[in-house]
């Protein structure tokens, strides 16, 4: 199978059970407004979603950060590195995993930022992901699904 444009990311983040209700505050509070525009500039992410997994049997929470994207990895993270540096290190205060690198902020080591995602991306367990559209980017879709332009006014004969 060719490799899709579309790739997706699961990003799993092991957190103290202890800290579920801190977690799901900062998660709630999250500026909304300014994720979308920092997806919106990003502008190669088709869907992403915040999800926290509680399993009370083992104490065990786990926040996941899931979203389908095109292009490299690499590039998708550098991006958000920049745009939302303080939400990534208000998600990763939390994270019972993250590397001393990162104590600082993503902002200040985004190479390690680039190697903690890389290393805590679980990737799909059959190796594909299915999509409707998968040669097809997001600015693909969005000029695809763009009203076509209004014919030009009718000049007035009169003129």
């Known amino acids: 199978m060719d490799k899709q444009i579309q ?3 699961t990003l799993v983040l092991p957190v103290a059970a202890d800290r579920l209700q801190e977690l799901k505050l900062t998660v709630a509070c999250l500026d909304v407004a300014k ?11 088709h869907n992403t979603r ?3 997994v509680e399993d009370p049997r083992h104490g065990s929470v786990t926040l ?9 990895l690499d590039e998708y993270i550098r991006a958000f590195a920049r745009l939302m540096a303080g ?21 200040q080591d985004v190479d390690a930022f ?15 992901t299915y999509s409707a559209y998968p040669d097809l980017t997001v600015l693909d879709i969005y000029e ?4 076509p ?3 030009p006014p009718a000049l007035d004969p009169r003129r």
């Open 64 to 72: 996941m950060l899931v979203a389908v994207f095109d292009g490299p």
């Open 87 to 107: 939400e990534f290190n208000a998600l990763l205060a939390f994270a019972e995993n993250r590397p001393p690198e990162l104590d600082r902020g993503v902002e």
């Open 149 to 151: 332009d209004p014919a």
């Open 35 to 45: 994720l979308t525009r920092a997806l919106d500039t990003v502008g190669t992410v």
């Open 7 to 9: 790739q997706p990311i």
């Open 114 to 128: 680039v190697r903690y995602v890389e290393e805590n991306n679980v990737p799909p367990a059959n190796a594909t």
């Open 50 to 52: 915040f999800v926290i």
């Open 144 to 147: 695809a699904s763009r009203p």
